[in-house]
C-alpha cells in the first residue's frame, strides 16, 4: 500500500498497466503526465496509467524500493539514489535548466535581495530533494560555504508553502515560479529571484524505471516515452489548451499558468536525452549534498536504450 499520496487511474482498461510516481503533484516538469493521460495520449499508445503524486521525492524513493512503481518521475538528483542502490534506472532527462524553479519569500518580508539570504531558513520540498540542492547551490554560488544557508523541509505545493509563509517557519522557499506569481495575487509571497539566475545546467527532470520493469518489460519503457514526447510536442503547440489543463490541475488562475507557461516551455528535452553538461553538474552535487561518498559513474545511473528512434 502507498501511504500520504494521491492515486489517479484511467478507467478503462489498456494493455498495459504503468504504475506512474510524481514527487510532485503539481511540478511544471511532471504535469505533463497528467495533460497527456487526460488527452488519451498513453491509452493510445496501449498504455493504462495509475498516476501517483507523491510530496517529495524521497517518499517516491521509498515506494520505488518496496516494488510499487514502474516509472517515477522527479528530478535529477533522485539518481544519486541509483547509486546508492535504489532499484531502478533514469531513462529519460525530462528537462534541462529548472526554469520553472524560483526562490520566493513572504510577502511582508524585508528581503529583497538574494545577498540577504545567506544564514536565513529556506523552505525546500523533503531531505535530499532537487530542492534542497538548490538552496545549497545559492550558498556555494555565493561563496557563503556549506552552511550559508539552513534548509527546512516544508513540503511542496500551494497549501504547505502558504501555511510556512504565513506562520513564519522559515525565510525564504525555493518552489514553483507559478506559485509565486499566484501569491503576489494574494500577497502571501512573491518571487525573489529565479533559479536560473545562478544555475546553470542541470536535469531538472527525469523519468526512472524499476529494474523489474526493464528486466521485465523493456517495451513498456519504449512506449511510455515515445507518448511522452507526443505530449510534450502537444504541449508546446497547443498553449491554449494545456494551459486550462494545467490551471485544474494545479488549481491555480489561468493567467497565472499563461505566464508560467511562457517562462518554462523552453525547458523540455524533444528527445529524452541525457545532457552531458547536465550529468556533470549533478555528479558534483552528489557529492556536495553527502549522497554519496565519492563521484559516481554517470554512465551506470541512466541509459538511453529505450529511447524512440
Known sequence: MILGCALVSHPGSAATTLTVG???ATSDALV???VGYELGI???HGLDLKIVDFTGGSKMDQAMAAGSLDISAGDGTEMAFI???LPMRAVCMIAGPPSFLGIGVPGDSPITSAEQLKGKKIGISSPGSFTEWLARELARNKGWGPDGVTPVAIGNGVVSVT???RQHLVDADVGGVATFLNMEEQKIGRLLVPVSSYEGSIASGTFSASNHLIQTNPDAIRTF???WLETIGYVRTHKAETVKMESRIDQLPEEVVSKDYDVTIGMFTSDCKFDPAALATLKRGFVELKFVD???DMSKLYTEAFLPH
Open 22 to 24: 510524481k514527487a510532485s
Open 32 to 34: 505533463p503526465v497528467n
Open 42 to 44: 498513453f491509452e493510445k
Open 83 to 85: 547509486a546508492k542502490g
Open 163 to 165: 501555511a510556512a509563509f
Open 225 to 227: 516515452l515515445a507518448a
Open 294 to 296: 565519492t563521484p559516481p
